[in-house]
């Protein structure tokens, strides 16, 4: 029997009481990642290839908004779905994010029930598509008319 591919999180905030109120509201199938700046973020994307990332905007150094911006504009991560977590709460701020590519923007404090749907929406979606994406062997197998 095949197993369920995990998927991968990354959650990308410079406080780590947000990382252990997101990890709360995971499910046990999801391994989660932690970075707390932008520039060791860019370095875990290309190493764990996570399926979803958990942005904040505000950290030292590179803010979330440039983080996107440089994830988006890469070929090799600019599939990777956004949700931006933040407690930049003005609504300028929330269009500039959706507008930089984030699939959405949740501010702090959060719901945890909320993003808890929201992050499980968007797995559900993730394995939809892998799960459509493997070609049928069934074409590649059937016999030619003669």
């Known amino acids: 029997m095949a197993s369920k591919k995990a998927n991968k999180i990354l959650v990308i905030d410079a406080d780590s009481d947000i990382l252990d109120s997101l990890i709360a509201v995971l499910n046990d199938e999801v391994s989660v990642s932690f970075a707390s700046e932008g520039t060791k973020a860019l370095e875990l994307v290309a190493q764990h290839k996570p399926d979803l990332i958990l942005l904040d905007v505000v950290m030292p150094g ?10 988006k504009e890469n070929p090799d991560t600019q599939h990777i779905p956004i949700i931006f977590v933040t407690g930049k709460t003005d609504g300028q701020d929330m269009v500039k994010g959706l507008t930089l590519g984030a699939v959405d923007y949740i501010t ?39």
């Not at 908004?65 to 994830?71: A, M, Y």
Request: aromatic residues 4%; charged residues 20%; glycine residues 4%.
């Open 108 to 146: 702090k404090p959060f719901d945890p029930e909320i993003v808890a749907a929201k992050i499980e929406n968007i797995l559900k979606q993730i394995t939809a598509t892998r799960a459509s994406s493997i070609p049928e062997q069934s074409e590649a197998t059937a016999p030619t008319g003669s």
């Open 62 to 71: 590179m803010d979330g908004f440039e983080v996107c911006t440089q994830l």
